[in-house]
């Protein structure tokens, strides 16, 4: 994998997966079109410069999601070798354990009671 660091900021900005192991030579094109690494897996990768712009906070944003997501499967994955309980999924696809369901059903009984009450005194 090739990763682009800013250095000012000491962040990393874009991973290129492509090798499977540590990179260990890098050469840059005379006219900055195109570069090649050489890897520990003895293969050689030839990355193009394109056109298509790139924004940083997209790319941190693409980033943060794949570890989201990457997180949420390994909570799956151990709630269900366990057999803690059962995932629920909620509005927006985010899981929720079986307590965090009842919490929710507490929260509705709640509003319903509320509801009645304000007919009560409205009446």
């Not at 962040?11 to 990179?23: A, D, F």
């Not at 059962?86 to 319903?112: K, N």
């Amino acid at each position: 994998m090739l990763k682009y660091w800013d250095l000012d900021r000491f962040e990393m900005l874009l991973e290129l997966p492509g090798h499977h192991s540590e990179v260990w030579a890098l050469a840059v094109s005379t006219y900055g079109d195109f570069c090649l690494t050489g890897s520990h897996d003895r293969s050689i990768r030839r990355w193009e410069r394109t056109s298509e712009p790139f924004f940083v906070e997209e790319e941190k944003e693409r980033r943060l999601e794949s570890l989201f997501e990457a997180d949420l499967e390994q909570q799956q994955h151990r709630a269900a070798k366990t057999g803690a309980g059962q995932m629920v999924l909620g509005p927006e696809g985010a899981a929720f354990g079986a307590a965090a369901a009842a919490a929710g059903a507490e929260d509705g009984s709640v509003v319903a009671a509320g509801r009645r009450t304000i007919e009560s005194v409205s009446a």
